[in-house]
């Protein structure tokens, strides 16, 4: 059985990074993939990839990450520009952020249009759960 | 904030002065994506020798490997290089994945735990760069997260950035594809390995970093 946990954003926005990359990992530790609204900086990415090596463990292989948010196709400088700095300030709410436990899913595959989400088989996945 | 307003004063210094006599350059991109066999063809063209061991294995590379000074020229131009070779970023990393390659247990899980701190050092390293070269295995979706992170993160601190697919010798090697998920950057298709098209990924490096 999965679990999918929806995140608003406003259950997040106003924790500082180190405490909703705390909260999300500690989410995916219960084998929880979360559908979070919004996305992460890229600060914060690279700090939950950081935070995501820390804790491996036997039992934590790491987390699957997939972001989807919209992007316009062509865009002058200034606008480009402006946009940026308008979606800084907003603290990134637009899209949505997928996260998982490596241990449920095997691979995010992300097309622009679409995105599929491999589970691994649940056979293995018992065997590891058995192994906690 | 503070980080991107320095990094930017940095810069604009560097170019008035004209500063960026030597470049930090660093190799950035996922597990076996072709790092290392790049830094070797760089090191292997400029200086005679080899910069450290490629394999297929993933994270074969876990430490930070680096060349003090390369000096790379090209139409009449040099430019000078400390040139680094980063551990693949990874989003997971299991031990039993090595397994598959003939490793022991005891060898897997040494290279797992090694390959985690691998990650953490390339990730701490990007603060360092001057200019960085993206390598993508061009046989693979360019559209993971872990490139995104990638090139957000380098987006950010404002660092100049060439994408090198690799592997384009390949058969299912596809540059379109990486082109159009990161359109608003140089793609240049190149096999480190067998050297195709090195050429011209020098002159695209001497325009990315002046």
């Not at chain 2, 040494?110 to 603060?127: F, H, M, N, P, Q």
């Not at chain 2, 070269?133 to 061009?138: A, E, G, H, M, T």
Request: proline share 4%; aromatic share 6%.
């Amino acid at each position: 059985m999965l679990t999918l946990q929806y995140i608003p954003l406003n259950e997040i926005e106003n924790l500082d990074s180190q405490d909703k990359i705390k909260k999300l990992l500690s989410l995916v530790k219960e084998d929880k993939i979360l559908l979070v609204e919004g996305r992460l900086t890229p600060a914060e990415e690279v700090k939950l990839i950081e935070s995501t090596m820390e804790e491996i463990s036997k039992s934590f292989k790491g987390i699957e990450i997939c972001t989807v948010y919209p992007q316009k196709k062509r865009e002058v400088q200034f606008f480009s520009r402006l946009r940026k700095e308008v979606l800084n300030i907003l603290g990134y709410r637009q899209g949505i952020t997928i996260i998982g436990p490596a241990s449920i899913i095997k691979d995010i595959k992300r097309d622009p249009t679409k995105i599929e989400l491999l589970t691994r088989n649940s056979k293995k996945f018992r065997r590891m759960q058995a192994k906690k | 904030m503070l980080k991107k307003i320095g990094g930017s004063i940095k810069r604009f210094l560097n170019s008035l002065f004209k500063a960026k006599k030597h470049v930090k350059l660093g190799l950035y991109g996922p597990p076996n994506s072709g790092k290392t066999t790049l830094a070797n063809r760089i090191c292997k063209d400029w200086l005679g020798e080899e910069m450290g061991q490629a394999s297929r294995i993933p994270h074969e590379t876990r430490e930070i490997q680096f060349k003090e000074s390369v000096l790379i020229k090209s139409n009449g131009k040099e430019l000078s290089f400390k040139l680094i070779d980063t551990p693949g970023i990874a989003t997971k990393i299991d031990y039993e994945d090595f397994l598959k390659f003939n490793l022991s247990q005891k060898e897997a899980k040494e290279r797992a735990k090694e390959a985690t701190k691998g990650v953490i050092e390339a990730i701490k390293w990007l603060d360092n760069m001057d200019a960085v070269v993206v390598v993508l295995d061009s046989t693979k979706n360019p559209y993971s997260q872990v490139n995104i992170t990638i090139i957000g993160n380098l987006a950010a601190r404002e660092i100049p950035v060439l994408i090198a697919a690799n592997k384009v010798d390949l058969r299912k090697a596809n540059i379109k594809k990486i082109e159009s998920a990161f359109p608003q950057y140089k793609v240049m298709g190149i096999s480190a390995e067998r050297g195709d098209n090195i050429e011209q990924f020098y002159k695209t490096l001497f325009k990315v970093v002046r």
